[in-house]
C-alpha cells in the first residue's frame, strides 16, 4: 500500500516548508480583500504563515505578503491578522 503524500506549504515568515496542516492560509480574495482563511477553502489567491505570531511579524517586516499577493496591504489587515492569530 502506497504512503498518501502530505502536501508541503513554505511559512512566508520563516521560509520553512511545513505541512499544509499546520499553518494558516491568508487570501487576496477576486474582490481585493485580504483575509484569513480557516477552512482553506476560499477563492482568492493564497499565502502561508505559521500560527505563531512571531512568523506574521516577520512576513510584515519583510514585505513578503505583498510580494505574494503583488498588491499593497494596509496596516490595519495586518492587525486585524494579528488579534485573530492570537484569538
Known amino acids: 500500500m502506497q ?3 502530505i502536501p508541503l506549504r513554505k511559512c512566508t515568515g520563516c521560509n520553512e ?3 499544509k496542516r499546520e499553518l494558516v492560509r491568508i487570501v487576496r480574495t477576486p474582490e481585493g480583500t485580504v483575509a484569513l482563511d480557516t477552512t482553506g477553502r ?3 489567491r493564497g499565502a502561508y504563515v505559521c500560527p505563531d505570531i512571531a512568523c506574521l511579524q516577520k512576513a510584515r517586516k519583510g ?3 505583498e510580494k505574494a ?3 499593497s496591504i494596509p496596516d490595519e489587515i495586518y492587525d486585524r491578522l ?3 492569530l492570537d484569538g
Do not use: A
Request: aromatic share 6%; glycine share 6%; net charge positive.
Open 42 to 44: 476560499m477563492n482568492g
Open 82 to 84: 494579528e488579534t485573530e
Open 3 to 5: 504512503q498518501k503524500k
Open 17 to 19: 516548508m511545513k505541512p
Open 63 to 65: 514585505k513578503r505578503l
Open 69 to 71: 499577493f503583488e498588491c
